[in-house]
Nanobody, 125 residues
């Protein structure tokens, strides 16, 4: 069983930066690909970024490429660094984990078995 807990959300102004964290309660963190998704009110959950178990594959959504970074340590934590934020980044952000061995982490929410409860990010002046 994998439990994921996100933190770091909040209210920021356009152009600001924010870092989210996701801590996994799992025996072996390194066997899981990890990802961030987000969901805005009235919209479907969308892929943001993912990181493979080794850290060498990090796909990003086009909407955040060049502004967001993703990383993980080999304890239990994954991070999402968000820069030059704008109102379209406003959403609840979820971390997810998948234990299957694939060449590149999935970009589709239905492929992930484990989810956190989410952390709210609001970008507003």
């Amino acid at each position: 069983q994998v439990q994921l807990v996100e933190s770091g959300g909040g209210l920021v102004q356009p152009g600001d930066s924010l870092t989210l964290s996701c801590v996994a309660s799992v025996r072996t963190f390194t066997i899981y690909d990890m990802a961030w998704f987000r969901q805005a009110p009235g919209k479907e959950r969308e892929f943001v970024a993912a990181i493979s178990r080794t850290g060498d594959s990090t796909p990003f959504a086009d909407s955040v490429k060049g502004r967001f970074g993703i990383s993980r340590d080999y304890e239990k934590t994954m991070y999402l660094e968000m820069h030059r934020m704008n109102a379209e980044d406003t959403a609840t952000y979820y971390c997810a984990a998948d234990g299957r061995a694939v060449p590149t982490p999935y970009r589709v929410a239905s492929e992930y078995s484990y989810w956190g409860q989410g952390t709210q990010v609001t970008v507003s002046s």
